[in-house]
């Protein structure tokens, strides 16, 4: 069994063919976390995972769609067609979702508070406004860590370009969790993995050279995942293909080619990590 611990089946690049795709996971045998970015998709998230038994969810607004007058929003038509007017984030309704889930459907089916985080690579141009930005930016991460801490969850980190913001603020906290899509040094790793966060690798490393913190890194401190419809692995098509949770596979093999094992091997250790911190 392999886990994609960082999916984007809720996004309406799959409303075409989602069961077809979540189809292919099941024959797979894989589990899948699929990951909200805002309330709509985490809501969509919820319900995916409320009607598949492989697959979780996990609840957060990304940074990218706080709500903010200072710089103009973007929209990707990958996520959905929404006009890019941010969302006010609303602790209440984000732990509503987590209420109604356990006391419904019985499975804890909510297994993390994410995608979360800090982004600073579209920003505004002036240091006032940037200022502004990054301040807006911190007050609402560290309002959605705290509701990690309240309901007891682990957290799925976003973080570009604000590395060391985003220490500043967790080496403060007792928090689990895992840095999505990491992209970082060895020095940068090393200072996530004393805080007890795992690195989550995916198909990024295709593109950027993190051969060396692949190498070094504990293997039972990796998780694997797909930023699925992003980040399609080189041997699973062009740069224009959609990526699946299925591709994961393209990952777990190179990890293992970095480090001289089998294939098994790190399918079986990142599959352990993975229960281990969403504790499915």
């Avoid at 799959?14 to 292919?24: P, T």
């Avoid at 996990?58 to 067609?81: V, Y």
């Avoid at 301040?135 to 007891?152: N, S, W």
């Avoid at 969850?153 to 370009?161: E, G, Q």
Wanted: with cysteine; hydrophobic share 40%; net charge negative.
């Amino acid at each position: 069994m392999i886990i994609d611990t960082d999916s984007h089946l809720n996004f309406t690049a799959y409303d075409a063919d989602r069961e077809v795709v979540i189809k292919r996971i099941r024959e797979a045998e894989m589990m899948c976390i699929d990951v909200g970015t805002k309330f709509e998709t985490s809501k969509n998230a919820v319900e995916l995972a409320v009607k598949n038994e492989n697959i979780y969810a996990a609840i957060g607004m990304h940074p990218i769609h706080i709500k903010t007058d200072l710089m103009k929003l973007r929209m990707d038509e990958e996520e959905g067609n929404f006009a890019p007017l941010g969302e006010e984030y609303d602790k209440e309704k984000y732990k509503s979702l987590i209420l109604a889930d356990r006391s419904e459907s019985g499975k804890n089916k909510i297994v993390a508070i994410g995608e979360i985080g800090l982004d600073y690579y579209y920003k505004p141009k002036t240091t006032s406004r940037l200022e502004q930005f990054k301040e807006l930016q911190k007050k609402v991460f560290i309002e959605q860590l705290d509701l990690a801490e309240e309901m007891d969850l682990p957290v799925v980190i976003h973080c570009r370009m604000a590395f060391d913001d985003l220490y500043e603020i967790l080496k403060t906290r007792k928090l689990r969790g895992v840095i999505h899509c990491f992209t970082g040094n060895w020095e940068e790793a090393q200072r996530y993995l004393a805080l007890g966060f795992y690195l989550g690798i995916n198909g990024i490393i295709f593109k950027f050279d993190i051969d060396e913190v692949i190498k070094k890194a504990p293997l039972d401190r990796i998780l694997v995942e797909t930023d699925c419809p992003y980040l399609t692995p080189t041997k699973a098509g062009s740069k224009d293909t959609r990526n699946e949770s299925v591709f994961v596979k393209y990952v777990v093999e190179r990890i293992a080619e970095l480090r001289g094992i089998s294939f098994n091997e790190v399918a079986e250790a990142t599959t352990a990590n993975a229960k281990k911190l969403f504790k499915i």
